[in-house]
């Protein structure tokens, strides 16, 4: 090697025409965000058996682990290995490049790792010992890990432990077990700063401690909307390169009492039901959901109820945009620095009470509020495709009375290139909160009295012999039940963070347009 380039993160690392050689058959750029680690290592003649090197006494090498990005969003650790005679320029390197992943301050040094051995196909715990935990070894990461004996276990032990010694905290689970890791994180944060979580109308505390979701359960939703591919390698280095994702959350209660947080999906109706059904045949794995799809699908309930939101004026983006919400996205940008404004000067601005509400009866198959796109295995789109992760609104779908083929066409859709929201019985509004009071409750309330009223309740007076259900349905909210059938929903912009960074544009042209790269000679 000629000589070193000064490293810094903007300029070249590795210069041509260096003495510094490499096993590796391709050229490639790598920028420094991008490296997971560098090693000293064992050189091995082995590895590249050239005649010219048998001669030399004694070769010292390093080894540069990178990210590699596949198709689909998937990324993977390579590695390529440098070495040369010298001991003193090999350090040298060695040195040097450490200190530029030391000056990478994003990334976390200490996490606190939840495994659900229960999640998705029950593969939680060997997924993380033998995909994940190399990995953040190799990344210098150390991490407390607990492996959860009950539902609820992680929850409550974020309650007690000091959180704040970590970097973030990974779940390794599904939906169900990211939302109880976010519950616990948020629910400690408003705790610590004194605010009340069962004021529907509080400003929570925003919750900066990262979470990373390794995907090991039946939907893993939440983990495919934001990186793009449902892969615990590809979500390790997420965490370990540090992405951060901020996420609107939405708060759900009933008559001024808490009832839960909700990213992805709060559905009444048909998902509500869907889960229902699928609790009790847990046993199948995430073919439940299959199973109980089907049967759903063909009882066709649907329910009688009152909405009523206020639009989200504040972003720009509609749930018909062809634009979907990407890495770096322009809309939530706007809303981050609409939120950063609101801050300084609270409660001046935005007054909830001063905007208009509109109100919407009828009867439902589906009321589905997402607060993100929803993409999915299942659905690769999701079920609003232009919903966005940081907007801070939900987009609030509704899916009226219809025939079971009509539905089916809409179900459909959420598969392929056609747009779901093209049906006369499909309404689609973009809000920043809603409210949903089912008519048997209506009934019931307005009428304490009426025996009578609440005693035929459970038949559908109007059709007989319709489908219209005679109970209530429940909420799926975020794959967990919740048994109300009067709720007030409100989106809180940005609430908390995730390690990762929104589905990336095709990758191969930014890394074109990639201005700080380091430039290796491989
Ligand atoms: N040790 C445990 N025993 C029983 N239940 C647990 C345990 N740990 C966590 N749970 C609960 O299991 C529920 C489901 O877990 P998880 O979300 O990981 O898998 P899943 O339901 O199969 O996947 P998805 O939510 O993506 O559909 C969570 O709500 C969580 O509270
Ligand atoms: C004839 C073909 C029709 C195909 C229709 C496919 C439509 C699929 C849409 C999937 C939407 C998933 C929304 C995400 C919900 C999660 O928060 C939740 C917890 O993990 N999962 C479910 O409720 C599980 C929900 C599973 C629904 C099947
Ligand atoms: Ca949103």
């Given at each position: 090697m000629k000589g070193m380039t000064k490293l810094d993160p903007q300029l070249y690392a590795f210069t041509y025409g260096c003495e510094l050689s490499c096993v590796h058959t391709e050229n490639c750029f790598v920028p420094i965000s991008e490296i997971i680690a560098v090693e000293e290592t064992e050189f091995n003649k082995k590895q590249r058996n050239i005649g010219r090197w048998q001669k030399m006494a004694k070769l010292h090498a390093f080894?540069?682990?990178?990210?590699k990005k596949a198709r689909n969003h998937r990324w993977r650790c390579s590695g390529a290995t440098f070495w040369c005679e010298d001991e003193h320029l090999c350090n040298q390197w060695t040195q040097a490049l450490k200190e530029l992943l030391e000056m990478q301050k994003s990334r976390p040094k200490q996490l606190l790792v939840y495994i659900n051995p229960y999640g998705g196909k029950r593969q939680g715990k060997r997924i993380y010992e033998q995909k994940v935990a190399p990995l953040f070894s190799l990344a210098s990461i150390s991490t407390?890990?607990?492996?959860?004996?009950?539902?609820?276990?992680?929850?409550?032990?974020l309650f007690e432990v000091n959180i704040y010694k970590y970097d973030g905290v990974v779940c390794v689970g599904g939906d169900g077990m990211f939302s109880e890791v976010m519950h616990g994180l948020i629910g400690r944060m408003q705790k610590d700063s004194g605010i009340d979580q069962n004021n529907p109308k509080a400003s929570l505390v925003q919750c900066n401690i990262r979470i990373?979701?390794?995907p090991a359960g039946s939907t893993d939703c939440i983990c495919y909307s934001t990186v793009?591919?449902?892969?615990?390698?590809t979500?390790?280095?997420?965490?370990?390169?540090?992405?951060?994702q901020p996420l609107d959350v939405s708060s759900v209660h009933h008559n001024n009492t808490f009832l839960k947080y909700s990213v992805s999906l709060l559905g009444y109706g048909f998902y509500g039901d869907i889960l229902k059904d699928s609790e009790k045949k847990r046993w199948m794995g995430p073919m439940r959901y299959d199973y109980s799809?089907?049967?759903?699908?063909?009882?066709?309930?649907y329910y009688e109820g009152t909405i009523a939101y206020q639009p989200a004026k504040h972003t720009h983006g509609s749930p018909r945009d062809k634009e979907r919400c990407r890495t770096g996205c322009y809309i939530c940008k706007q809303s981050e620095k609409q939120l950063s404004e609101q801050s300084k000067e609270r409660g001046l601005k935005h007054e909830e009470g001063a905007e208009e509400w509109k109100v919407i009866k009828g009867k439902f198959l589906a009321i589905n509020a997402v607060s993100m796109s929803c993409a999915?295995?299942?659905?690769?789109k999701g079920l609003s495709p232009a919903a966005h992760l940081a907007d801070g609104s939900a987009d609030l779908i509704l899916v009226r009375k219809c025939s079971r083929f009509d539905f089916l066409r809409y179900l459909v859709r959420h598969t392929n290139q056609d747009d779901q929201f093209d049906f006369p019985f499909v309404d689609v509004y973009r809000v920043k909160c809603f409210q949903f009071t089912s008519k048997l409750s209506e009934d019931n309330e307005s009428n304490v009295m009426d025996i009578g009223k609440k005693r035929f309740g459970q038949f559908c007076r109007d059709h007989p012999a319709c489908c219209c259900n005679i109970v209530n349905s429940t909420w799926n909210c975020d794959g967990e039940t919740l048994d109300s059938s009067a709720v007030e929903v409100r989106v809180h912009c940005q609430l908390m963070k995730?390690?990762?960074r929104g589905i990336e544009e095709d990758c191969k042209d930014e890394a074109a347009h990639s201005q700080s790269s380091i430039e290796q000679l491989l």
């Open positions: 080894t540069v682990y990178y990210v407390d890990v607990v492996i959860t004996e009950h539902a609820n276990h992680a929850k409550d032990n990373g979701i390794i793009g591919i449902s892969d615990p390698v979500s390790a280095l997420h965490i370990i390169l540090g992405d951060c799809g089907f049967k759903t699908f063909l009882s066709h309930h999915c295995p299942r659905s690769p995730l390690f990762a």
